[in-house]
């Protein structure tokens, strides 16, 4: 027998949204089919669901008065920034009948202090504007990435967001000092401080930090800024694979005093892949080799040591055979160019049909030997593969993507093979101690992949946090876990 819906819940249901309407007023409130669509659904059209409204609090304080709302009726509550999300954890269920949380409204800079070196903001500041502050104050908001124009500065706390500039400044956690967070009862915890020691019992930011809306919705947040690097200079060397690429990394690391702030590796498919596809790109050497290595050096000194020693490293490491050729950029637009190389790579894998991404990190030390163990079992796996393995080699991070064979594969049938794929690279993954997400966060497409691989300690210790702050589970329900 099918169970009716209960009218009384329905009612109660009915009369809170009703409230929340009043609450957040016309400019809060979105429920007409059209003006929900883009927060319903992800940009690469992997996602879609439904919600009763899109709601956009226009100050903290609203914002807790939603929550708790919410949760005196149990009505399930999805946070959003900026969508970018490519794990489905910003995008509701499908039969979703509670409301997406919107920071879009929150977006102030609060206080930018440039002694202590840090920036207040609201949750739902978008990346570049918070960048654009800290470089009209002569500062240094290092995180970057591909979404920077769209995502929100919650997001990227709630993703822990990495991106290009890891291996120097570290991910998001490391450039949080202090958040603002309200928790799914309403209350607002002000942790909003902008200290370096603060050694006061538990760090209560780290909770939330990474956590993918889960736990409570990010409202504010205290960032950490650095000085504006005077010189920067971008190369690309040609390697004759990986473990040159990280023999190179120690040697510039320590010629430099750690001045590397991007270290980027291409496999020859990856770059073959962005130099057939994407217009404009162009390969600066006249030979193909099997690896390449994009270098970013920066540094406070302007009088061009920092080229000259780069220079030098790299005379050497011809020398011994780890650089096979090399370009330095010239000017600012040719450095753009050769990291349009290294950013195209995810767009050209398009044109060349299906792939099945893996997103991992191992120890820096194990890069090598990951790249050729898993490039090895997949090729036997599937002959005819393509591995595309590029990525942020000096965090220990590969974007270690399976592109389908050119012949003998329909495009459903590759990504049907998607578990067994997987089950291969991250297999070979936790042998190495290594993370089946390193940069994105688990959503909805990684929750199996969490439940395998973590120790069922560690999952109880997740849930038992969760169970705490959110007793009700209204928080991103069916996101990480569950
Ligand atoms: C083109 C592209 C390139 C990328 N490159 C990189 C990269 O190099 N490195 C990297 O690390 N990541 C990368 N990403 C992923 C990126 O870091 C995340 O998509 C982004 O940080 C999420 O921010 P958002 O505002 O869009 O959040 P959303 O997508 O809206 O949300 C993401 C998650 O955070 C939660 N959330 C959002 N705001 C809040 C809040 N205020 N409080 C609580 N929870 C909240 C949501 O519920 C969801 O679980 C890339 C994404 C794209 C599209």
């Given amino acids: 027998m099918t169970e009716l819906p209960d009218p009384a819940a329905i009612r109660e249901r009915a009369a809170v949204l009703a409230n929340i309407r009043d609450l957040v007023g016309d400019k809060g409130w979105i429920d007409s089919a059209d003006g929900m ?26 914002m807790a008065a939603v929550l708790r709302l919410c949760n005196g009726a149990c009505l399930p509550v999805v946070p959003q920034g900026g969508n970018t999300s490519l794990v489905g954890a910003s995008i509701p269920y499908e039969r979703f009948s509670g409301i997406v949380l919107s920071t879009a409204r929150l977006n102030r800079i609060r206080d930018l202090d440039p002694v202590n070196n840090t920036m207040t903001v609201d949750a739902g500041c978008i990346l570049q504007t918070v960048q654009q502050a800290a470089n009209d104050a002569d500062r240094l908001f290092p995180l970057s990435l591909g979404a920077q124009g769209t995502c929100q500065i919650g997001g990227n706390i709630s993703t822990n967001a990495g991106g290009v500039g890891v291996l120097r400044y570290g991910n998001m956690r490391d450039l949080v000092l202090g958040l603002e967070v309200v928790l799914p009862d309403g209350r607002i915890w002000d942790g909003l401080r902008g200290l370096r020691k603060d050694n006061t019992g538990y760090d209560l930011k780290q909770w939330f930090i990474g956590a993918e809306g889960t736990l409570g919705v990010i409202a504010g947040a205290v960032l950490k800024l650095f000085p504006k690097p005077r010189e920067t200079v971008t190369a690309l060397a040609a390697v004759p694979d990986p473990e ?34 994407i217009a404009g ?58 990291w349009r190389l290294r950013e195209s790579i995810s767009e050209a894998q398009r044109f060349e049909g299906a792939s099945v991404k893996h997103d991992v990190a191992v120890p820096v030390s194990r890069v090598a030997d990951f790249i050729r163990v898993a490039t090895a079992a997949c090729e036997a796996a599937v002959p005819g593969i393509r591995v595309v393995a590029f990525g942020h080699v000096g965090d ?87």
């Fill in 37 to 62: 669509a883009p927060h319903l659904k992800e940009e690469r059209g992997n996602y879609t669901g439904t919600a009763a409204a899109v709601v956009k609090p226009g100050s903290v304080a609203e």
């Fill in 244 to 277: 040159a690429s990280l023999r190179l990394l120690s040697t510039l690391q320590r010629e430099t005093g750690g001045g590397v702030s991007g270290y980027e590796i291409m496999t020859r498919v990856s770059l073959r892949m962005a130099l057939d596809h």
């Fill in 281 to 338: 790109n162009r390969d600066p050497f006249d030979r193909v080799h099997p690896c390449y290595q994009l270098i970013e050096l920066t540094g406070q000194g302007a009088d061009g040591s920092l080229r000259a020693g780069l220079e030098e490293v790299l005379e050497r490491a011809m020398a011994d055979g780890d650089v096979r050729d090399a370009v330095i950029a010239e000017s600012e637009a040719q450095g753009r160019a050769l």
């Fill in 396 to 482: 220990g991070n590969i974007h270690f993507n399976m592109n389908q064979p050119a012949e003998g594969w329909t495009h459903d049938g590759f990504m049907a093979e998607q578990p067994r794929f997987n089950r291969i690279v991250h297999d070979i993954v936790a042998d190495m101690q290594g993370s089946i997400s390193a940069e994105h966060g688990i959503g909805r497409i990684k929750k199996a992949e969490l439940a395998h691989y973590r120790a069922p300690l560690e999952l109880d210790l997740m849930r038992a946090l969760k169970a705490q702050l959110d007793p009700k589970g209204i928080m991103n329900p069916g996101k990480i876990f569950g």
